[in-house]
């Protein structure tokens, strides 16, 4: 799905989420976090190039597609990285959401802590 940037500045850039997040994304995301902490990012510019990595396509300056190397981020201006992260994070970590109603187990164990499915989807 293709979301065109909503910054007047920025009319021409886009960037196209997948219709479906498949397991390579997930592979792409946990690279991309090694990297990062690799290169001593954090926050908001270190979410954007794991944002950058799971996209197939998109159209930023200065950014050009499937080229890691040549991406200067932090010359990237941060009303687009903010973008960026609010479109795809969510989108993204919603692969990782139980339903309210899942069939999920009764319970979920882990380190020895018991977790009821409830506490994982109330906010």
Not at 37 to 47: H, I, P
Not at 57 to 75: K, S
Request: net charge negative.
């Amino acid at each position: 799905m293709r979301f065109d940037c909503p910054h007047e500045k920025w009319a021409e850039c886009f960037i196209d989420v997948p219709d479906e997040w498949l397991g390579l994304h997930s592979q792409r995301y946990q690279e991309a976090g090694e990297l990062v902490a690799s290169k001593g990012l954090r926050g908001a510019t270190a979410d954007f190039v794991r944002n950058l990595t799971i996209l197939d396509h998109w159209n930023l300056p200065g950014l050009p597609a499937n080229n890691p190397p040549g991406w200067d981020i932090l010359q990237t201006p941060l009303l687009l990285i903010g973008w960026v992260n609010a479109v795809v994070t969510p989108s993204f970590l919603a692969c990782f959401a139980l339903p309210k109603n899942s069939s999920a187990p009764s319970s979920l164990t882990r380190k020895g802590t018991t977790v009821e499915p409830t506490e994982l989807t109330e906010t």
